[in-house]
């Protein structure tokens, strides 16, 4: 291969490392939530948060704010986390468990019609 062919192969592979990295970091909340909190069914992730003492996935769906902490609760208290509020309003539903001294946080919002987004912080 010739050195020209091999700096375009480089290129190539450098843009296309790019355009994967994306695809890459969207499976990441899989990482942060393994082990510790299911993924709401047909949950359409949206971004994650970093912290130095938490990590906040956030989500968005169709379903109602009371189905997804209701999800959450029996799901988390499967895993032995203790709920200790669970508010559910009309528009809004939010959920705080701990386990061990550590604490989750589950915010659930109703926004745009039929659609509402909400947040797992471990």
Request: hydrophobic share 45%.
């Amino acid at each position: 291969m010739s050195p020209r062919h091999a700096a375009l192969a480089f290129v190539l592979l450098l843009a296309f490392c790019a355009v994967c990295r994306p695809a890459a970091a969207q499976d990441d909340y899989r990482a942060v939530l393994d082990g510790k909190a299911g993924i709401f069914p047909g949950a359409e992730f949206k971004k994650i948060f970093r912290f130095p003492k938490a990590t906040v996935v956030t989500f968005e769906t169709g379903k109602p704010p009371a189905t997804i902490t209701a999800f959450y609760k029996k799901d988390m208290t499967a895993r032995g986390w203790s709920v200790q509020v669970d508010d559910v309003g009309k528009r809004a539903a939010y959920l705080l468990l701990t386990k061990g001294g550590r604490t989750c946080i589950v915010e659930a919002l109703r926004g745009l019609p039929g659609r509402t987004g909400f947040s797992v912080s471990l």
